[in-house]
């Protein structure tokens, strides 16, 4: 068994041989979320011998912690527009190792992708030269077009629905057919100056 003054100088040349690592970044994990408003970055330092912690957001800083007697634990906070919950979780997994995991609205990154891709359909497009990101949320047919919520307007026609807004001076519908599949369901089709847009995937 070692005495308490051993371990204490071997934390101190731990400590001094990392400090200048430390000073320099102390960034552990990023990731980008994909929303209905756009991709989110989320970046998250941690100190693991002060216990600091840091969140940003699209590069603004959320959540700052300075001293933390416990390394482990969780951070919570918001993304986007439609203020998302999202939160950090921190568990050690031996040592001076550490696990980060993002959860969104509860879940795990991985699982809030892939129900966003059977809730969502994603159209990426360029007009005019300006890159456009065009998001139907198919449970509420809300539009949203590089960040912002677009004014709709619903019609039924003959082999099912058209949901009409405009980017710029250009005309957009989303139509909206069943695909005679039950598996399948709906099938929604993004079209732009009569044109039918690929649907993109993130």
């Known amino acids: 068994m070692a005495s308490r003054e051993e371990i204490t100088v071997c934390e101190d ?3 001094s041989r990392y400090s200048h690592l430390e000073r320099m970044t102390d ?3 990023v990731w980008e979320v994909a929303l209905s408003d756009g991709i989110h ?3 998250f330092e941690h100190g693991t011998t002060s216990g600091k912690r840091v969140v940003y957001v699209d590069g603004k800083e ?4 300075e001293w933390m ?7 919570t906070f918001t993304v986007g527009a439609a203020k998302t919950r999202a939160a950090i979780n921190i568990d050690a997994v031996s040592g001076f190792a550490y696990e980060y995991t993002l959860e969104i609205n509860g879940k795990s990154l991985k699982k809030h992708m892939e129900n966003r891709s059977k809730t969502t359909n994603t159209w990426i497009l360029s007009l005019g030269g300006t890159d456009y990101r065009v998001v139907l ?3 509420t047919m809300d539009v949203w077009c590089n960040g912002q919520k677009m004014e709709t307007a619903g019609e039924f026609v003959e082999d099912g629905t058209e949901t009409h ?3 710029g001076d250009h005309s957009c519908y989303i139509k909206a057919v ?10 929604h089709t993004l079209i732009v100056d009569d044109r039918e847009i690929p649907e993109a995937v993130e």
């Open 62 to 65: 959320e959540i700052r912690k």
């Open 27 to 29: 960034l552990v994990a």
């Open 41 to 43: 970055k989320i970046e």
């Open 69 to 75: 007697f416990k390394l482990v634990g969780k951070e």
């Open 13 to 15: 040349e731990v400590r």
């Open 137 to 139: 949320e198919k449970d």
């Open 165 to 167: 807004f405009s980017v």
């Open 178 to 187: 069943s695909s005679g599949k039950r598996k399948e369901g709906i099938i």
